[in-house]
């Protein structure tokens, strides 16, 4: 059974930095494309950024585009979303999600495409 565990929300400050994990379990990560999600009080949920298979491939909403960086190591089956110069718009729940991918190259982009889903790291920035 797959599973995903997110970790690595809190609070911070506006302008500051925080770094999201997502570790995989029941299967090797790399056999899927990954995603960043999120999903503010009262919205639906929107894409933030997701990765290829091979890591080679990265994507990324406008509005966190040059802010937000995601990774993947291999060797540890986890996913990262590093994030700098957040704003209060960016609080959120942060969600990871995952989907059989092929080709290896394939990043993914809209909730309905995953099967695979964490439970969600709660992402506050104050301002």
């Known amino acids: 059974q797959v599973q995903l565990v997110e970790s690595g929300g809190g609070l911070v400050q506006a302008g500051g930095s925080l770094r999201l994990s997502c570790v995989v379990s029941?299967?090797?990560?790399?056999?899927?494309?990954m995603a960043w999600l999120r999903q503010a009080s009262g919205m639906e949920r929107e894409f933030v950024a997701g990765?290829?298979?091979?890591?080679?491939?990265?994507f990324y909403s406008d509005s966190v585009k040059g802010r937000f960086t995601i990774s993947r190591a291999t060797s540890k089956n986890t996913v990262y979303l590093q994030m700098h110069s957040l704003k209060p718009e960016d609080t959120a729940v942060y969600f990871c999600?995952?989907?059989?991918?092929?080709?290896?190259?394939?990043?993914?982009?809209?909730?309905?495409?995953?099967?695979?889903w964490g439970r969600g790291t709660q992402v506050t920035v104050s301002s």
């Open positions: 990765i290829s298979r091979t890591g080679g491939n990265t």
């Open positions: 029941g299967r090797s990560a790399d056999a899927f494309t």
């Open positions: 999600a995952a989907e059989d991918s092929f080709p290896a190259t394939d990043v993914k982009r809209f909730p309905h495409e995953f099967n695979y």
